[in-house]
Antibody, heavy 122, light 106 residues
Framework: EVQLVESGGGLVQPGGSLRLSCAVS????????MDWVRQAPGKGLEWFGR??????????EYAASVKGRFTISRDDSKNSLYLQMSSLKTEDTAVYYC?????????????WGQGTTVTVSS | DIQLTQSPSFLSASVGDRVTITCRAS??????LAWYQQKPGKAPKLLIY???TLQSGVPSRFSGSGSGTEFTLTISSLQPDDFATYYC?????????FGQGTKLEI
């Protein structure tokens, strides 16, 4: 069974840093693109980042809202995807979802984790 | 960025009703359009991708159509389990934007 389990969320002060992890199982991480989507409290969904697969050199894409502050990485040997967040702002408060999109990356977000909550507040 | 506008934002309906949600894109997105269902406190679930292809396991009462900049999600006969929030998403160009959501209520 394909599973994604996020961890690492919590309370952090504005300007601080946090690293989220996404442990994957049931598939070979290096074969797949992986995405991050977040949802602020009571708000809609925001896609903000992608890590392509090994065949595409693990290249990344970021939305402007996080570019330069967030970094997606992975350790295929540990079956884990990471999101390093720095210079956090109050508007980064959200539930963060790790996602495996359908193969090819352009046909939808197929498998979602349960989400981990990040709260940026003083 | 490509903007997606869903209408309506709120929809009140009853079990057995046929409902349609529209998603309009600010520019052409070819067939790179997906629909999701989200229930409170849960992660979204992929319903339809490539405009009209039903994701495995999704009931056939859900269907999608459209092209270019206007797309629709139709539920042919609402079931109690369908009351949720629905989002469209374009995957034509980065960043992959979502519509603002349509909350389907009884």
């Amino acid at each position: 069974e394909v599973q994604l389990v996020e961890s690492g969320g919590g309370l952090v002060q504005p300007g601080g840093s946090l690293r989220l992890s996404c442990a994957v199982s049931g598939f070979t991480l290096s074969d797949h693109y992986m995405d991050w989507v977040r949802q602020a409290p009571g708000k809609g969904l925001e896609w903000f980042g992608r890590s392509r697969n090994k065949a595409n050199d693990y290249t990344t894409e970021y939305a402007a809202s996080v570019k330069g502050r967030f970094t997606i990485s992975r350790d295929d040997s540990k079956n884990s995807l990471y999101l390093q967040m720095s210079s956090l702002k109050t508007e980064d408060t959200a539930v963060y979802y790790c996602i495996r999109p359908k193969t090819g990356g352009t046909r939808g977000m197929e498998v979602w984790g349960q989400g981990t909550t990040v709260t940026v507040s003083s | 960025d490509i903007q997606l506008t869903q209408s309506p934002s709120f929809l009140s309906a009853s079990v057995g009703d046929r409902v349609t949600i529209t998603c309009r894109a600010s520019q052409g997105i070819s067939s790179y359009l997906a629909w999701y269902q989200q229930k409170p406190g849960k992660a979204p679930k992929l319903l339809i991708y490539a405009v009209s292809t039903l994701q495995s396991g999704v009931p056939s009462r859900f269907s999608g159509s459209g092209s270019g900049t206007e797309f629709t999600l139709t539920i042919s006969s609402l079931q109690p389990d369908d009351f949720a929030t629905y989002y469209c998403q374009q995957l034509n160009a980065y960043p992959y934007t979502f519509g603002q959501g349509t909350k389907l209520e009884i």
